[in-house]
């Protein structure tokens, strides 16, 4: 698990939803931003293969960004949105197993030819017959 969280920026704004008064006042949703070109952290495929499966994402300039305003206040917004940052960052840089092809067994063609036979027949033993 990377912890790139040196390279994060963030930005404030106001948060919708519950707050009370200071609702309209405070300024508690936080947008993290990184910039994944800039990133020394990661090599050249990581951040390829970063901005291939989160290109939804990434905005024009490059940026990947995140708002979290889940919490009342400022700081514990900015700590889910590291963390989920983090999180979204590191299940992109997950590489899935390649699938090896296999083939049905004898006994599976079987059973499949002998399902469909078994259909087949109690089908042609509701027709009407003269």
Same mark, same amino acid.
Do not use: C, H, Y
């Given at each position: 698990?990377?912890?790139?969280?040196?390279?994060?920026?963030?930005?404030?704004?106001?948060? *919708?939803?519950?707050?009370?008064? $200071?609702? @309209? #006042?405070?300024?508690?949703?936080?947008?993290?931003?990184w910039k994944v070109d800039g990133s020394e952290f990661f090599s050249d495929e990581e951040k390829e293969m970063i901005q291939n499966k989160l290109k939804n994402r990434i905005n024009a300039d490059g940026f990947l960004f995140l708002t979290v305003s889940e *919490?009342?206040?400022?700081?514990? $917004?900015? @700590? #889910?949105?590291?963390e989920k940052i983090i999180e979204i960052v590191n299940k992109a840089l997950i590489v899935?197993?390649?699938?090896?092809?296999?083939?049905?067994?004898?006994?599976?063609?079987?059973?499949r030819l002998d399902s469909k036979k078994k259909l087949s027949d109690k089908k042609e033993n509701r027709r009407f017959k003269f």
């Amino acid at each position: 698990m990377k912890n790139f969280s040196k390279e994060l920026s963030f930005k404030t704004s106001r948060s *919708s939803g519950a707050g009370g008064q $200071n609702v @309209n #006042k405070v300024e508690t949703a936080v947008t993290v931003l990184w910039k994944v070109d800039g990133s020394e952290f990661f090599s050249d495929e990581e951040k390829e293969m970063i901005q291939n499966k989160l290109k939804n994402r990434i905005n024009a300039d490059g940026f990947l960004f995140l708002t979290v305003s889940e *919490s009342r206040t400022q700081l514990m $917004n900015k @700590n #889910k949105a590291v963390e989920k940052i983090i999180e979204i960052v590191n299940k992109a840089l997950i590489v899935p197993k390649k699938r090896t092809a296999t083939k049905p067994s004898r006994t599976q063609k079987q059973k499949r030819l002998d399902s469909k036979k078994k259909l087949s027949d109690k089908k042609e033993n509701r027709r009407f017959k003269f």
